[in-house]
């Protein structure tokens, strides 16, 4: 986006020719736009039109607040699922595991509000806050990330006990300490009103490249590798049941957010030399990447619920 590389000599045409050119993820942060005509310099000897920011900023308020109420009630359904029958969960659906993914799902749904405000109404809460909503948002994704990797291989989780509990103190601190860079590289910039963006910084910076690389290990890497060891070793395909393939609807719905984020590295660095048609149409991949990703919050716990009546 414009806003993320602000200062940065490794500019995509897109941001050289336009404001209106960012990813889901920064209109989710509440992240700048300007809804001017949406034309730009020639390609081809064509002109570029992207549209993408206007449109996005008219529909994620909405589609940010209809998927926190669907998840507050999934969230809520599966609490009480969880309290009323505490027995009705085995391994790898144990009931400790699935308290931790609806507290990391409730924690990322509860972010929704706030930023769907910023997006309609610009972002008046300051740098600080908007570098804790990015901190708190990825924190909760690393941490449901590790703990369905955790569930998927491990049989930890079958009892609440010491060890369990030193595996969710090691996995919430760790997922904290992987989310921490994004909260280096965001920040605030003043467009036409102020805005929250995920990355303030150069695309070769340090605290984004390590942010990057974070992402791309948990949305593309870690499931690729639970996949092939899963494969691999027949107690892992033994204990493939219900609640795993349940469970694993996270890294499916984020998978395709990760490859876009790979593939816009590329784009930003100038490792891919991007035509008209990219410029035109990438962001809306991108964005309805994230769009999907963060449909987790709510088909998660259906999921879940689904998986344990069968």
């Known amino acids: 986006s ?3 590389a602000r200062g940065s000599p490794w500019q995509s045409p897109s941001i050289l020719e336009s404001k209106n050119s960012l990813d889901l993820m920064d209109i989710l942060g509440n992240l700048s736009y300007d809804d001017s005509n949406g034309t730009f310099l020639d390609y081809d ?6 549209e993408y920011c206007p449109l996005f900023q008219r529909v994620a308020p909405t589609f940010l607040a209809v998927t926190c109420a669907a998840a507050t009630l999934g969230t809520g359904a599966l609490l009480v699922a969880l309290a009323k029958r505490p027995h009705a969960w085995g391994w790898p659906q144990s009931r400790a595991l699935v308290a931790q993914l609806a507290v990391g799902m409730g924690l990322f749904a509860a972010l929704l509000p706030p930023v769907a405000a910023g997006i309609g109404q610009g972002w008046r809460l300051g740098t600080g806050l908007c570098s804790l909503t990015h901190l708190l948002w990825h924190w909760s994704l690393f941490a449901q990330g590790l703990l369905v990797a955790s569930g998927s291989c491990s049989t930890a989780w079958c009892r609440w006990d ?22 280096l590289a965001s920040g605030t910039v003043a467009a036409p009103v102020t805005s929250c963006i995920r990355r303030s910084v150069a695309i070769l910076s340090p605290a984004y490249l390590l942010h990057l690389a974070f992402c791309l290990c948990l949305f593309l890497l870690l499931p690729a590798g639970l996949l092939v060891a899963t494969l691999a070793v027949p107690r892992l395909r033994a204990g493939w049941q219900p609640g795993v393939g349940a469970s694993w609807l996270f890294f499916g719905l984020w998978l395709p957010y990760g490859v876009g984020l790979a593939v816009d590295f590329l784009l930003q ?7 008209c048609g990219t410029f035109e149409h990438f962001d809306y991949v991108l964005g309805l990447g994230e769009g999907l990703g963060v449909l987790h919050c709510c088909l998660g716990p259906v999921a879940l619920l689904a998986a344990r009546l069968r």
């Open 2 to 4: 414009l806003s993320d």
């Open 162 to 183: 010491p060890q369990s509990r030193r595996l969710a103190v090691a996995v919430w601190a760790g997922a904290l300490l992987l989310a921490t860079p994004v909260a």
């Open 45 to 50: 000897a064509a002109p570029c039109h992207n």
């Open 269 to 275: 660095a100038r490792l891919l030399q991007p035509s």
